[in-house]
């Protein structure tokens, strides 16, 4: 049993972080699974505290205004702390990234090189109102080896208050450091900036929220930062699509969860295949309470469809709002989603398999899908347990990132007094 020990300001929460990341990485894999089998046990114990705790910050949220988005991510209920629960048990079950051989060879001076998996020592997280990811990032953490300080951001300071006693209460019982899971959310704003400027004592930051969020950490982070990015998401139906397959997927991509990122904001249609499918979807639309704002072509088409916007293309709504344009080329679409995309995800409905091809070679995306909602980029959804994060960019991760992503390599070299001449 290792016990926390009180810290008093953010410097101190984050050398504890970097402590313990030491033991951490010496840690077995057998270890680390039974303590995330703890933090579950935890997790189902503590639901009516943690209930309690996000009831008030939904109150909070309330009186303050908070967007309906914004309210169901911060929203959590008895069966979304049970899914966590079952998350964090499957994480426990993947298989232990560390010590993973990536590559390996013998020099011909008889030298054994390998190269293996190791952890990258303390991960930064700064999220706004999901207290589900302070549960999701932590146990990924652990898991890969990784101590982890958190910053959940105000709307949620009594959900992530809670869940994060939960979790360090839990580890105290167990053969890993308390102190690897921090929070720093009792210094706000200013607890977020001094994270960000905490290079060498932090490794890496991973943003999630809003554009304007993972943009502030990207400008002002000296900490080396995994880019997360909005979801400005594209469904594009092409001129051979399924009427029922397309309206299914659309109404999936759009309505099933509107508040994340990977629910769809535009969709592109064919002009082919506009008098065949679009009266179906937006009737299907319309039923669902989706306002659809469109450009001039599809306004002309129909009167349920809304003036888009001049930054329309550009909009992560999260809300049952759609963008809707009229194309007269697959390449038009692809042109339009290089030009709007945060190259998130994008998918194509057709029957034509040429086509298909083609989108998923063109599309510069992190997820890239044939006929399915773009609602399954998700970590879960991909075997991972969870998800840090969904990322953006290209350097290191992309697309949902699980343990690997949070893994870095180191050489191993093995030699019986070999020297160079």
């Not at 995330?36 to 996000?54: F, H, M, P, Q």
């Not at 999630?208 to 997360?228: F, K």
């Not at 450009?295 to 709504?317: G, I, K, L, R």
Request: aromatic share 2%.
């Amino acid at each position: 049993m290792i016990e926390a020990t009180p810290l008093n300001t953010v410097r101190e929460r984050l050398e504890a972080a970097r402590r313990s990341s030491r033991a951490l990485a010496v840690t077995t894999g057998t270890e680390r699974e039974s303590a995330l089998e703890t933090i579950a046990v935890a997790l189902d114990r503590d639901s009516d505290a943690i209930l309690s705790a996000n009831a008030a910050d939904i109150a909070r949220g309330r009186e303050n205004g908070l967007a309906d988005g914004l309210i169901d991510r911060l929203t959590l209920t008895s069966e979304r702390i049970a899914a966590l629960s079952a998350a964090v048990r499957e994480i426990a079950a993947l298989s232990d990234p560390l010590g993973q051989v990536v590559r390996g060879s013998t020099a011909a001076n008889g030298m054994r090189i390998e190269q293996v998996r190791v952890p990258f020592g303390v991960v930064g997280a700064i999220y706004e109102a999901r207290p589900n990811v302070t549960v999701d990032i932590a146990a990924l953490a652990l898991r890969s080896g990784n101590a982890v300080v958190l910053r959940g951001g105000s709307a949620a300071i009594a959900s992530n208050t809670q869940l994060v006693a939960t979790l360090r209460g839990a580890l105290e019982s167990t053969d890993l450091p308390a102190d690897s899971i921090q929070t720093i959310d009792d210094f706000g704003r200013d607890g977020a900036a001094e994270l960000m400027r905490s290079r060498g004592l932090v490794d890496v930051l991973v943003p999630r929220g809003s554009a304007s969020l993972i943009e502030t950490v990207v400008a002002e982070s000296t900490v080396p930062v995994i880019e997360t990015g909005a979801g400005v998401v594209h469904v594009y139906v092409d001129a051979d699509a399924d009427e029922s397959m397309a309206v299914s997927i659309v109404l999936n991509a759009k309505t099933h969860r509107p508040s994340v990122c990977n629910a769809a904001e535009t969709v592109l249609i064919h002009r082919d295949a506009v008098p065949r499918i679009l009266p179906a979807l937006l009737d299907a639309l319309r039923q669902a309470g989706v306002t659809v704002c469109g450009d001039a072509e599809a306004q002309n088409f129909s009167a349920n469809v809304e003036p888009a916007a001049a930054d329309e293309w550009a909009t992560e709504h999260l809300d049952l709002t759609l963008g809707l344009r009229i194309v007269g080329t697959l390449d038009e679409a692809i042109d339009h989603i290089a030009a709007y995309s945060t190259h998130h995800t994008e998918s194509i409905v057709t029957n034509n398999v040429r086509n298909s091809e083609r989108f998923l070679a063109h599309v510069d995306s992190a997820v890239v899908m044939v006929n399915a909602s773009t609602r399954f980029t998700d970590g879960g959804v991909f075997g991972f347990g969870a998800e840090v994060g969904i990322s953006t960019q290209k350097l290191h991760a992309r697309g949902p990132m699980g343990l690997t992503e949070l893994t870095s390599t180191k050489w191993l070299v093995r030699g019986d007094g070999q020297v160079r001449a």
